[in-house]
């Protein structure tokens, strides 16, 4: 997912495994194609989850948006976060009369929410500077 931005149905399979484990509801279009085998994906997001629960306990994080539309209620499987207040006001341009929809906002992140980390993840922290922290999103925020 890092390194392949357009990764959707590995996402969409990542979600689907996730219900399956009965951690999270699935409410999405069916799987076209699967990327990996199902034991082995099972095995991995449990193995992630127990590291970052064993790495983390809360974490504060930041999360801004600009954009030319309207904010929407969208259903996701994962959210995109920051640890850092100067990268989230970075994705903030309030001034800017070509954003209808902006906005910066905090919460603390309990750590059963945390799915992949910058400090832990090679692939975020030396590819990306934007200090991400993805969760998994359940019910307290869709954008």
């Known amino acids: 997912m890092v390194l392949n931005p357009n990764a ?3 996402a969409k399979q990542l979600a689907i495994s996730l219900a399956k484990l009965g951690l999270k509801d699935y409410k999405g279009t069916i799987l076209r194609k699967a990327n990996f085998p199902q034991d082995k994906l099972t095995n991995y997001l449990l193995q992630r989850l ?3 629960q064993l790495l983390f306990d809360e974490m504060t ?4 948006m600009s954009s030319e ?3 929407q209620a ?3 499987h994962f959210l995109s976060y920051t640890d850092s207040f100067e990268v989230a006001k970075d994705f903030c341009e309030f001034n800017d009369d070509r954003y209808k929809s902006v906005y910066l906002l905090k919460r603390v ?4 929410e945390l799915f992949m980390t910058h400090y832990e993840t090679k ?6 500077q934007e200090k991400e922290v993805v ?3 359940y019910k307290q925020l869709k954008l």
């Open 74 to 76: 969208i259903p996701r």
């Open 50 to 52: 127990a590291f970052t």
């Open 135 to 137: 969760l998994l999103a």
């Open 8 to 10: 959707g149905e590995t």
């Open 61 to 64: 994080l930041y999360r801004g």
């Open 123 to 128: 692939a975020f922290h030396d590819t990306y």
């Open 109 to 112: 992140a309990k750590k059963e």
């Open 69 to 71: 539309g309207e904010l």
